[in-house]
């Protein structure tokens, strides 16, 4: 158990419809990462938080939002929902954005199915 | 941006030993690690390197050389459990970019 906690596990949903994934890192860990693999792809990285603020973004459709709330849990928001944004979500949380050797662990991540 | 190159596959005997290699571009190096995934599941951590040189730990050992933008790991004493994808990654000021991965098959 690495410590991330994500939620759900799994969701299923209709092309059009907008979820949010919710996460919760580490506990002290200020930094979350949010990453997208669909199957048999690799990890594609979509933004990152560092206590409360974005500080850098990936290949992040506009559809898509994310935010870091004070008690350092983030959700990702998925909008007008496409058959082609089925994946597996995942969050990573690591002490810190920058620090030397603050590896990131990873949640065991959110499989969304749109139908 | 960041390219990280991986090879997609390599198959090998149990307890024989596999290197996986790892070239990559990027700005504002400060660090390099390796994950394992299994299918559908969450990556894990496996080493990290930030200095040049060889990183050992138990089975794994990592390498890293930033003038050559150059890492493998070198798996060890290799077990059917170590069937799975293993993922460079490299961090660039606040970003953890990821390779595709290679699927390392380990046959008896």
């Known amino acids: 158990d690495s410590g991330v906690t994500q939620t759900p596990k799994h969701l299923i949903t209709a092309t059009g419809q907008r979820v949010t994934l919710r996460c919760s890192p580490r506990?002290?860990?200020?930094?979350v990462y949010w990453y997208q693999q669909s199957l048999d792809q690799g990890l594609q990285f979509l933004i990152q938080?560092?206590?409360?603020?974005?500080?850098a973004k990936g290949n992040i459709l506009e559809r898509f939002s994310a935010q870091q709330f004070p008690d350092l849990h983030s959700e990702l928001n998925l909008s007008s929902l496409e058959l082609g944004d089925s994946a597996l979500y995942f969050c990573?949380?690591?002490?810190?954005?920058?620090?030397?050797?603050?590896?990131?662990?990873f949640g065991q991540g959110t499989r969304l199915t749109v139908v | 941006g960041q390219n990280i190159d991986q090879p997609t596959e390599m198959t090998a005997t149990e307890g024989a030993i596999v290197q996986i290699n790892c070239t990559y571009q990027?700005?504002?190096?400060?660090?390099l690690f390796w994950y394992q995934q299994h299918a559908g599941e969450a990556p894990t951590f496996l080493s990290y390197?930030?200095?040049?040189g060889l990183e050992e730990k138990g089975r794994f050992s990592s390498f890293l050389s930033r003038s050559k933008g150059y890492s493998y790991l070198l798996l060890k004493e290799l077990q059917m459990k170590d069937s799975a994808s293993y993922l460079c990654?490299?961090?660039?000021?606040?970003?953890?970019?990821f390779g595709a991965g290679t699927t390392v098959t380990v046959r008896a």
């Open positions: 990573a949380s690591s002490v810190a954005g920058t620090e030397w050797g603050a590896e990131a662990f």
């Open positions: 506990s002290g860990d200020l930094s």
């Open positions: 938080y560092y206590n409360g603020e974005e500080r």
């Open positions: 990027t700005s504002g190096f400060n660090g």
């Open positions: 390197n930030v200095l040049d």
């Open positions: 990654a490299v961090r660039s000021l606040y970003k953890l970019s």
